[in-house]
């Protein structure tokens, strides 16, 4: 027979709080909550881990079948939510004061959330290269076993590179004599043609100089047309601007442009969830921040970090998306939106052959 208790091991997940300030004869009623509320953080971390290996095992493969990519946005909107719960906890320890966290705090050296292998395992996962990392070369305490998980977190199939590999696969952007680079380079050129010519308007009406505006024009024109050449991008790779390759970065900017065809509804909405993923990533890293400020000030954290500002520069600095956030800022209005070849809308579309034949 089994038992609700013993399915969850309730004996010992219940059995798995043991408060240092009671060992020291000052037991801190608080101090169980701080427990409880970082136990369910590993609990929740090795849910995300769980999902986010399963969308990397669907995407890693040289076709992705739209049914695939479907379970992927509904296994990535999972995250999300977990996430966000995630990032809500805190508001738990925050009903604790700093004065009660005092209480026990000085037990805990060196424990540090600094220390937990399944958030760092999931950094890796998700794709945070080691050169962005603010502290990568810390290894204590972390025994043999662990620092393996850590390796092979790293050298295998990141969430990233799983990502990028299926954008670098889509279709629909050449037909022909057609490629979409080269329409909406056009379509960019011809936009900012059109702002030259309306600010030179402008300026002539108000007697004001337009030059300083243009050359903001001829900057923001660069930065498009940047995108296009391969040379120019690679550059951008090379100064770590850009890091997703430039196959994928056009990839992203096509489903963002003709988000509305049917074929391209999903692609887009699981883009848009790998955006949110790695902006929830950044808030919990900042509630995290946030905590820590209210519980300690400026001490040094007990894991001998510098405690606020080095979790403040982890939220700043340790973003794993930017690439596919940043391509807003390349996008058209719907007025200078390049026409695609008849070819390719209409195999954006839905259509049963058969039932319209």
């Known amino acids: 027979m089994l038992y609700y208790s013993d399915y969850l091991a309730l004996d010992s997940i219940l059995g798995a709080q043991h408060l240092e300030s009671a060992k020291h004869g000052t037991p801190a009623h608080e101090e169980m909550l701080f427990i409880i509320t970082h136990q369910t953080f590993e609990l929740w971390f ?20 739209e049914s695939d990519l479907a379970v992927c946005l509904s296994r990535i909107q999972r995250v999300n939510r977990i996430m966000e719960h995630l990032a809500q906890q805190f508001t738990l320890i925050e009903t604790m004061t700093p004065g009660e966290f005092m209480e026990f705090r000085a037990f805990l050296n060196p424990a540090s959330g600094f220390q937990s292998v399944q958030w760092r395992v999931l950094e890796r996962t998700l794709g945070l290269p080691e050169t962005k990392r603010v502290m990568r070369h810390y290894t204590e305490p972390f025994t043999p076993e662990q620092l393996k998980q850590l390796d092979d977190a790293s050298n295998r199939t990141t969430l990233f590179a799983a990502v990028q590999r299926w954008l670098e696969q889509i279709p629909f952007m050449e037909h022909g004599s057609y490629a979409f680079w080269d329409a909406y380079k056009t379509s960019v050129r011809n936009m900012l043609d059109n702002d030259r010519a309306e600010l030179r308007r402008l300026s002539e009406a108000e007697h004001t100089d337009p030059t300083m505006s243009l050359e903001q024009i001829d900057a923001n024109e660069r930065g498009f047309l940047a995108l296009f050449d391969a040379d120019q991008y690679a550059e951008l790779q090379s100064q770590g601007t850009r890091r997703m390759s430039q196959r994928a970065t056009l990839a992203t900017l096509f489903i963002s442009t003709y988000r509305d065809r049917p074929l391209l509804q999903i692609p887009y909405r699981f883009v848009d969830a790998i955006i949110e993923l790695d902006r929830l990533v950044s808030l919990w890293r900042y509630r995290h921040t946030m905590m820590v400020s209210r519980m300690i000030g400026m001490r040094v954290g007990t894991g001998g970090s510098s405690g606020h500002d080095y979790l403040m520069q982890t939220t700043v600095r340790q973003r794993v998306f930017d690439d596919l956030t940043s391509l807003s800022s390349y996008l058209v209005p719907p007025q200078h939106t390049p026409e695609l070849p008849a070819e390719i809308e209409a195999r954006l579309q839905f259509v049963n052959e058969a039932r319209n034949g």
């Open 46 to 65: 090795k849910q995300v881990l769980f999902e986010v290996d399963s969308v990397i095992t669907l995407l890693d493969r040289p076709y992705v079948p």
